[in-house]
C-alpha cells in the first residue's frame, strides 16, 4: 500500500506524460476531491444503476463508459432517478466519465451534495482503465528502503549491497566511469510492481544521483558524467553482496550455487563476492551482469561447464590422464 493516504487530488495532481496521461479534470463535486483512494481498482457500475446494488464494489473508482452513459440518460427520461441517486449513498471515491462525455446537470447537482468527485477524461474506458490500473500498481505497490547502491550495467538492474565502507559507492563511480548507469546511491527505495517485478530508485529523487565518496565528498554524478550516466528508476535482476575477504569461509567457485534473496516476495538471484586488495571488483561486477544475461538467454556457465566434465571422465580420458597407459597398479 501507499505510504500515506492517496486522495482524488492526488490523482488529479500526478505529472503524467504521454501513454501514462489520464488527462482528467474535476467537473463537480471539488469538495470530494478529498476522498481517499484505498482500493486500487476501476468497477463499472451497469448493475447498480439497474437497482442491483448487492455486492456493489463501491470503495473502487467508478467508470462510466458509453453504455453506461447511455443508461444513465434513459433513466432519467423515464424518471427512475432513485437508482442513481441511491449511487450516492456510498462513499464512492469518484466517478469518472471517459469519452469526454458529461451527465445531466441534475447528476451533477446530487454528486455536488453529496461531495462526490466527478472527473471527466477525453480517453477511451479502455484505454483509461488501462492507465489507472498501471498507475494504481505502482502507487499501491509494496516498498521498502534498503542501504546499498543500485547501478544498471549492461542493461541489468544490480544491486551492490554490503556493510558500510566495503567500498560499494567507489565500485559504482568506476562503474559510471566505464560507461554504466547509476540509479540511486545508499539510500534504495525498492517496490514490487505486478507481484513479480522488483523496481529501485533512489528514495529521495533530489539527492539519489549525488555520491558519497570518502576523503573526497559529496559528488554530483550528472553534472560531472552528464545526464547519460544516470536513470531514475530500474528493475532489480541481480543482488551482489560485497564483504570482507574471509579466509575461513568457502566461496562458490564454479557458480552452481544459484542462490537467491526474498525481496518483497520475488526471489532475486544473489553472488557474494570477497573485496581484497588487488581484486578489480568492476570488471567480476561487469563479467556477473553479462554472466546473468546470458542466463536470461537460456546459458548457463557452469552447468555447461560441469556437463563438459561429466562428459569428460565418461569417455574414460580423465582415468588415462592420471594414470597412464603403461600405469602396473
Known sequence: MADKAFTVLDLLELELKEQNDLCLKCIAGRKGLSREITVPDVNRPG????????????QRVQLFGRGETAYLKKLEEDKKMDNILRLFEFNIP???????????????DAAARSECAILQTSLESTEFSTRLLRIFSNIFAPRKTMHGVLVEVYGLGILLTGSSGVGKSECALELVERGHRLVADDVVEIRCVNGNTILGQGANSLISHHMEIRGLGIINVTQLYGVGSVRSSKEVQLVIKLEEWDSAKVYDRIGTAHDTIDL??????????PVKSGRNLPIIIEAAAMNERLKYMGYDSARDFSQNVLKWIETGQAQAAYYGSDDSY
Open 47 to 58: 448493475l447498480a444503476l439497474s437497482g442491483f446494488y448487492e455486492s456493489f464494489a463501491w
Open 94 to 108: 469518484c466517478i469518472v466519465f471517459a469519452y469526454g462525455l458529461s451527465p445531466s446537470q441534475e447528476f451533477l
Open 264 to 273: 518483497l516476495g520475488v526471489k532475486i538471484p544473489i553472488l557474494e563476492v
